[in-house]
């Protein structure tokens, strides 16, 4: 939040409107079987704006993660949720296609653990809405991060822990 990678952030974290949840030693079916539930608590309560669910056990191959993402997104699709959420993604060992792995951009997406982030997609059409250059928030990050570097973003992410 400091660096403003996501200008949305800091309004729902100081209002309490993330829902955190961390799943130690999950296999795929249970981060489904977990992703589908935090659906169903989106649903249930309007108050949380967006979920994140935190695998710190599971999936610590890029890979095997890209097809877990995939999975959550069909299953999005599968029970209906199509244009009511969607899902964003962040792994230690985000990349790009196409980008070089040592790219600092790939910092955008790298979290210190696996993790799907949940979003509303009714909140995301209104805020886009009233941002300015709303289409251009990646890019900005992308500049950002390749402006300040690889041994600043591995910084910046490192002081999480």
């Known amino acids: ?13 100081n ?44 999936l610590p191959d890029f890979d095997d993660y890209l097809e877990l993402v995939a999975m ?9 949720y199509e244009g009511q959420y969607q899902v964003a993604g962040f792994h230690p060992d985000y990349r790009f296609a196409d980008a070089p792995e040592d790219d600092p951009a790939n910092y955008t997406n790298r979290s210190l653990y696996p993790m799907l982030h949940l979003l509303r997609e009714e909140s995301i059409e209104h805020v886009l809405d009233r941002y300015p250059d709303a289409d251009a928030i990646p890019e900005r990050n992308i500049a950002f991060a390749r402006e300040k570097g690889l041994d600043y973003m591995k910084a910046l992410r490192d002081a999480c822990f």
């Open 1 to 13: 939040m400091g660096c403003r990678m996501c200008p949305f952030a800091a309004k729902e974290f």
């Open 72 to 80: 959550a997104e069909d299953l999005l699709e599968a029970k209906g």
């Open 15 to 58: 209002r309490g409107a993330i829902h955190y949840r961390v799943l130690i030693d999950s296999d795929m079916e249970a981060c489904l079987e977990a992703f589908l539930e935090e659906c169903l608590r989106l649903d249930e309560d309007p108050s949380i704006e967006t979920t994140l669910l935190i695998l710190p056990g599971a």
